[in-house]
C-alpha cells in the first residue's frame, strides 16, 4: 500500500489516466502515482472528481475523506470489497466471543493510557505521567471499571487546561479531530483491507456510527495527534497544521524490531488485533510501539 497523503485545499479538477492521480489547479498539473497513495483529503468543497477516478482508488484501496466549509472531515468513501474472501471474513468477525473481545479492548486501553503516559512524560509532567500511567495498570478486561474515560479527564485537563472540554466548538478541538480523522480513515482502510466490517466493534457499538471498529482499533494512536496539536498548535486551525496532521501517518516510530512508519505500525497492530480475536495468538502477542 501507498505511504502519501495527497491534501487538496485549493478547487481543483481531479481525473485518472494511466495508474497516476491527475491534479490540476489553475493552469497547474500534478500527477501522483496510485501505488504511492494512502489516502486523498478533500479539504475543500470545490473539487471534481472523476467516477474513473473514484473507481479506481476503490480498486487500489485508497480512502477518501471529504471535508465540510470548516475543514471538518465529516465523510469518507471506502471500497466495498477488499479482500477476495470477504465474506468468510465476516463470517469470522460474527462469530468473535464475548471474552475475546473484553480481552483485546483491555489491551487497546491499556495501550492508550500508556501512551497518555509517555506523552506526559514528553512535556516534563512527570508527576501526572505517574497517575495516568497507574490507571493503565488497574484496567480490567473490558475496562469493567471504565478507566478509559477516567484516565482521558485527568489526561485532558493536564495537558490542554482545566478549561479545556472535548465537547467544545474551538480551533483546538477542530485540529484533534482533523488529526483523529486521519487515524480513523488509515485504520479503516487496514480493516477494510482484510475483508472485515468496520460497522461491527468490539466495544464502540453505536447503531449510527459507520466506523465503530475502527474508533475501537485507533485508540492507542490517538496520543500521536494530540503531541503533533500540543507542538504546532498556535490558536489557529492553520493550514500549516492540516498539512502536518494530513502526513502524520509518515512519522516514524520505534516498533518491533525497527523504525516504521505510522501507517506500517497501524497495518501490524490491526492485523495483530484480528489475529488474537481470531484465537490465532494471545492478546500478549499484540505489539507495543513507542510514542517518541
Aim: aromatic share 10%; proline share 2%; net charge neutral.
Amino acid at each position: 500500500m501507498g505511504f502519501r497523503t495527497v491534501l487538496i485545499e485549493s478547487p481543483s479538477k481531479c481525473t485518472y489516466q494511466g495508474g497516476y492521480m491527475i491534479v490540476q489547479v489553475e493552469d497547474n498539473v500534478h500527477k501522483v502515482h496510485l501505488s504511492e497513495i494512502s489516502s486523498v483529503v478533500l479539504s475543500t468543497q470545490r473539487v471534481f472528481l472523476s467516477a474513473y477516478l473514484l473507481s479506481e482508488l476503490s480498486k487500489n484501496k485508497i480512502a477518501l475523506i471529504v471535508s465540510d466549509e470548516k475543514h471538518n472531515p465529516i465523510g469518507q468513501y471506502l471500497p466495498l470489497y477488499g479482500s477476495h474472501n470477504t465474506s468468510s471474513r465476516i463470517a469470522e468477525q460474527l462469530s468473535w466471543s464475548l471474552p475475546v473481545k473484553k480481552r483485546v479492548w483491555q489491551k487497546v486501553v491499556q495501550e492508550k493510557i500508556k501512551h497518555q503516559a509517555d506523552l506526559l512524560s514528553l512535556v516534563d509532567m512527570n508527576n501526572e505521567s505517574e497517575v495516568i500511567r497507574q490507571y493503565s495498570l488497574d484496567v480490567r478486561s473490558g475496562d469493567s471499571s471504565n478507566r478509559e474515560a477516567v484516565a482521558a479527564k485527568y489526561y485532558f485537563s493536564v495537558l490542554f487546561g482545566s478549561e479545556f472540554c472535548r465537547d467544545n466548538d474551538t480551533p483546538l478541538n477542530a485540529s484533534l479531530n482533523y488529526g483523529y480523522s486521519i487515524l480513523m480513515s488509515t485504520v479503516a482502510r487496514e480493516i477494510v483491507s482484510r475483508g472485515y466490517l468496520t460497522q461491527i466493534g468490539i466495544c464502540h457499538r453505536s447503531e449510527f456510527n459507520q466506523f465503530n471498529f475502527a474508533c475501537d482499533l485507533m485508540e492507542p494512536f490517538r496520543p500521536l495527534v494530540d503531541k503533533a496539536v500540543l507542538s504546532k498548535f498556535d490558536g489557529d486551525f492553520s493550514k500549516e497544521l492540516r498539512h502536518q496532521l494530513s502526513n502524520i501517518v509518515n512519522e516514524e516510530l520505534s516498533y518491533k524490531d525497527g523504525r516504521y512508519r505510522l501507517s506500517s505500525v497501524i497495518s501490524g497492530f490491526v492485523q495483530d488485533c484480528l489475529n488474537t480475536l481470531n484465537k490465532r495468538t494471545s492478546v500478549s502477542d499484540i505489539s507495543s510501539f513507542e510514542l517518541s
